[in-house]
């Protein structure tokens, strides 16, 4: 009888794409996504180790499936990702009912961990201290059909005093370029359309072979290809952000005006205690040139709050940053130490109290700049691809959801009364529509629909849908060509 997986993920992107690696690996191994309502036969939890309550909240999924493995023979948990790598063996030693702990270096021992721990009916911890094979050569199954995240390194040569994730994902390690134009080609050429290059400091690709420039090489190599419509990235560093990746992205015409660029804070006392090999007018100036070089580029950023010794002088530096740069979106985040990082130390941690007032003040700033740059889009026509699962109440307003070249989330009303009748839209077909509403975090477009182009990544996705196969999992590097193409689809509108 096939034994079934479930595969829970917290954190990042890389964490999502690690994701799709761990399904691959286990579909390849034999194993079949638990069907829903179905108590999987092995849970895996790929952990992030980054905000404060990330062990809380491991270790209270995993006491809650205590009871459930006591009644389940057979059943297995594995924890890996981050949280395993820092906290290894402490993992059995607090929930003994765990099978498998592994890290972010040997996510493919992932199936024989499982074998062994069954056929000696004991705990497998193995953690590894650097990577020995790059994870894309792994077979990976794809949440989308249509949309795919692609690795171009793994890793981190900063030293940012907030940060374990270097201590727990090694340093850089880069793919080289081949590679990665070989693994965009195959995807394209089973349908996808939109890949975002990954990595934990995107745009210093090139340092492990000495090309300062190859991160936008890279960016212009994608737009040769033949296919491939939507070009992104995360995420980038300010202090290696140079401009010949300005010029490329504003030069090569897949690659999508929005950007995502990490701030931190807007004090160059905390940027330096940080550890932030920038300060607040190189920020600024970056911001300058990309807006300069790309108008309607939407830009968006991560911010601390309450870091140790942060002032009120300070934290006001930060949000005049935010009012200077109006961004079209923030992920805010509370400072919180964590154990094995030099901040965790530091002296003058802020209280909590005073950290939650900046913080209230933050988002409000945040958000009224956010509804006020999406305000300005109300009348323009964007052209969306339209996305699965991005609108949590589409059922509810007979809406269909979407994402602008500057990936911004537009929810439309599917009236296509202005264009040539049409068969049904699917997931990653592209429509142009005009924007008659904005709120803080997304767009409506309620008008009838102005044209429809459906796509190859189109019938990617009801291809799948249809019939779903085990050739869905593939090795995210193939070794020898790429799948055979789609047929060509008509265009529309």
């Given at each position: ?52 309550n ?77 990577l ?18 692609v ?8 030293t ?10 090694g ?24 890949v ?33 419509e939507?070009?992104r990235?995360?995420?980038p ?54 807006r ?11 911010i ?12 006001e ?33 802020v209280?909590?109290d ?37 609108g ?22 599917p009236?296509?009364?202005a ?13 142009t ?52 193409p ?8």
């Amino acid at each position: 009888m096939t034994r079934t997986y479930e595969v829970r993920t917290y954190g990042c992107q890389m964490n999502v794409h690690d994701s799709e690696r761990l399904t691959g690996l286990l579909e390849h191994a034999g194993y079949a996504a638990a069907p829903d309502g179905e108590q999987a036969d092995v849970v895996v939890f790929n952990t992030c180790a980054v905000r404060e309550n990330a062990d809380n909240r491991l270790y209270g999924n995993l006491g809650h499936l205590a009871p459930v493995k006591a009644r389940t023979p057979g059943m297995q948990i594995a924890v890996g990702g981050c949280l395993a790598q820092k906290d290894r063996t402490t993992i059995v030693e607090k929930a003994p009912w765990v099978d498998v702990v592994f890290g972010t270096h040997n996510i493919g021992s992932l199936p024989a961990l499982l074998d062994r721990a069954r056929a000696q009916e004991e705990a497998q911890v193995e953690i590894l201290e650097s990577l020995e094979v790059f994870p894309s050569t792994l077979p990976t199954k794809r949440e989308s059909a249509y949309a795919a995240w692609v690795s171009i390194s793994v890793g981190c040569n900063n030293t940012c005093t907030f940060c374990i994730v270097p201590a727990l994902r090694g340093t850089e390690k880069d793919r080289r370029p081949g590679e990665i134009l070989a693994e965009i080609e195959a995807l394209v050429a089973e349908g996808v359309s939109e890949v975002t290059l990954l990595g934990q400091n995107v745009n210093a690709y090139g340092v492990e072979f000495g090309d300062r420039q190859a991160f936008s090489k890279l960016l212009r190599a994608c737009g040769e290809l033949e296919g491939l419509e939507r070009v992104r990235f995360t995420s980038p560093h300010p202090a290696e952000f140079t401009d010949d990746v300005i010029e490329a992205m504003a030069e090569t015409r897949n690659v999508m005006p929005s950007l995502h660029m990490p701030l931190q804070s807007g004090s160059d006392k905390v940027l330096k205690e940080m550890r932030r090999s920038y300060r607040q007018s190189r920020y600024l100036g970056i911001i300058d040139r990309v807006r300069a070089a790309m108008p309607d580029a939407a830009i968006t950023t991560d911010i601390i709050v309450g870091f140790p010794g942060e002032t009120e002088e300070d934290f006001e530096a930060t949000m005049d940053v935010v009012r200077r740069a109006r961004f079209s979106g923030a992920f805010t985040f509370i400072y919180s130490p964590r154990p094995g990082t030099p901040a965790a130390t530091m002296a003058d941690q802020v209280p909590r109290d005073v950290v939650q007032g900046r913080y209230e003040r933050l988002i409000a700033l945040v958000n009224d700049i956010a509804w006020e740059e999406n305000q300005r889009l109300v009348g323009r026509t964007v052209e969306l691809m339209v996305a699965e699962g991005e609108g949590r109440k589409d059922a509810a307003t007979q809406r269909l959801s979407g994402r602008g070249p500057d990936n911004r989330l537009v929810h439309f009303t599917p009236d296509f009364t202005a264009v040539e009748p049409v068969q049904t839209i699917r997931p990653g077909d592209l429509v142009t529509v005009e924007i008659t509403y904005a709120a803080p975090h997304h767009l409506v477009a309620d008008g009838p629909v102005l044209s429809v182009r459906r796509t190859r990544s189109g019938d990617a996705w009801e291809a799948r849908t249809a019939a779903p196969t085990p050739a869905s999992v593939g090795l995210g590097m193939p070794a020898i060509g790429v799948p055979a193409p789609l047929p060509g689809a008509p265009a529309c509108g």
